[in-house]
């Protein structure tokens, strides 16, 4: 079962660029886990854990079953190691940021269970940790709940669920529903005290889906 593939295999997938240069630019923006081709000159090769499950779907159709799309090839839990840093940020000092890779607005490390990250299929060069505020997302997220986020480039449009989005210079932590008919996003907010609102044509380019919500983690 194969793990990574080279920038020619991915041209043309669902969701990926039609140029060598496009799956370079790419994988660079997503900070995918790489490695030189062995006997492919300046060939690089990407691990299947990068990908979006569609795109995985994908690569089985052609090459066969793959290994790894979790990432477990990648670290293993042991005696040794039993948890992983990932970055913390604040929604409210993310604002702006867009992205959820600059150490700019990170406010920390928060120690996760490697279990934890493996059973969600996540991995940990690609979670975040997200400290919310705010009673919007009420009951699913609480005020001062902290969520775990998959950073993993998205295929659009995503499936429904609650993702971590920045819509002009402002990060919000929402539900997104696809309208298939409108061609754009229901954004809601769980708490039916707060409007939900929609996105459509033009206004989806105010509109970076940041990452997916994997877990809320609360204290009691």
Known sequence: MREWFLSSELIGLKGMPN????IGQKARRNNWLSRKASGNGRAMEYHVSN???????????KYGKV??????S?????????????PEFDVKAAAGAGILVSGEHQIGKFSVSAQLIKDLDLHPDHTAVIFCAGSSML????DNDRILVDTRELTEPVKDGVY??????MVYVKRLKWNILQQGYE???????FDSFSMFGED????KIIGRAAMVMRSL
């Not at 990908?51 to 690569?59: C, I, R, T």
């Open 19 to 22: 140029s060598l240069t496009g």
């Open 51 to 61: 990908f979006h499950e569609d795109v995985v779907k994908e690569l089985e159709a």
């Open 67 to 72: 290994s790894g799309a979790n990432g477990s």
């Open 74 to 86: 990648i670290y293993a839990v042991n005696e040794v190691c039993e948890s992983v840093h990932v």
């Open 139 to 142: 009951p699913t997220i609480s």
């Open 164 to 169: 971590v989005i920045r819509i002009d210079d």
């Open 187 to 193: 954004i809601v907010s769980d708490n039916p005290e």
């Open 204 to 207: 989806l380019n105010r509109l």
